[in-house]
């Protein structure tokens, strides 16, 4: 293992064979019993089912550890999985709800047990992740995504050094479709009008990051951190999810690594 400088702790440390995206999901996304029971990954070099995982080293063991104990070991038995999709169950037992044009609102979410903070925190984690390294993409000259001013103030924000930063919100819709509790996607850009909005999917939970001066009421208060509320929202994501993968797979056609009605290119 190489011994370098953490992106997250800024120590010169023996550094982890990190992951992207949690090795759980992997796990769970296998078709067993099936010729191929891997995972399609579609990405911007095409689509394929395969067992490899975006991985690279790139965080210390005391920062996988941070990132394990304050959110991925907790939201990773919240998902989709075999035996159930615990957080959709734990909303369906709250009668302090609303439900309104295909959404349902669940209110006063710690009542419930839900933990809404290492949540927020799994996903911020995985937003900046996403953001610091390239994670051993050769046709890319950047990240996956740009953080811009806000890459600093989130880093210090998982470091526990400072508060979530206030110009941002994250949200979380839980889906309720058979499709979007199957699949799982890395983050990308969610809305290209906003130049700084982010999403990505794990197994029926969907999340999205923005940040701006002057954040809108409405998305300050959906905030998985700072909604007075505690509000999380459950719909259904298939349309939501078919969109991200149609854009991922326009713009790998457009590389020419795929063909955006779904056949790979030979």
């Not at 296998?30 to 080293?57: C, F, H």
């Not at 210390?60 to 990132?67: A, N």
């Not at 300050?220 to 797979?249: F, H, P, Q, W, Y």
Request: proline fraction near 6%; glycine fraction near 6%; include cysteine.
């Amino acid at each position: 293992m190489p011994v370098s400088i953490c992106k997250l702790c800024l120590q010169n440390r023996v550094l982890k064979d990190s992951h992207l995206l949690p090795a759980a999901l992997y796990r769970m996304s296998r078709w067993e019993g099936s010729a191929n029971p891997n995972p399609m990954l579609i990405s911007l070099r095409g689509r394929v089912q395969t067992s490899k995982q975006i991985k690279d080293y790139v965080f210390c063991h005391d920062c996988e550890q941070r990132f394990s104990r304050n959110g991925e070991r907790y939201t990773m038995l919240q998902v989709n999985r075999k035996e159930g999709f615990k957080l959709l169950q734990t909303l369906q037992t709250s009668t302090n709800m609303k439900s309104a044009g295909g959404f349902t609102f669940y209110y006063e979410t710690s009542a419930l047990g839900v933990d809404r903070r290492k949540l927020a925190y799994f996903a911020m984690s995985v937003f900046w992740r996403a953001a610091v390294h390239l994670w051993h993409r050769p046709e890319q000259k950047e990240p996956i995504m740009r953080l811009g001013m806000y890459e600093e103030p989130i880093r210090k924000y998982l470091m526990e050094e400072a508060p979530f930063p206030s110009e941002m919100a994250i949200l979380l819709y839980v889906c309720t479709d058979y499709h979007a509790q199957n699949v799982f996607y890395e983050p990308s850009q969610g809305n290209m009008e906003m130049p700084y909005t982010w999403t990505f999917q794990t197994r029926g939970l969907n999340f999205c990051l923005s940040g701006m001066e002057g954040m809108p009421p409405q998305l300050a208060g959906a905030c998985l951190i700072n909604g007075e509320k505690e509000v999380i929202v459950a719909r259904s994501c298939e349309e939501k999810i078919l969109d991200a993968t149609m854009k991922i797979m326009i713009e790998a056609s457009k590389r020419g690594n795929h063909d955006p009605r779904g056949a790979k290119k030979p």
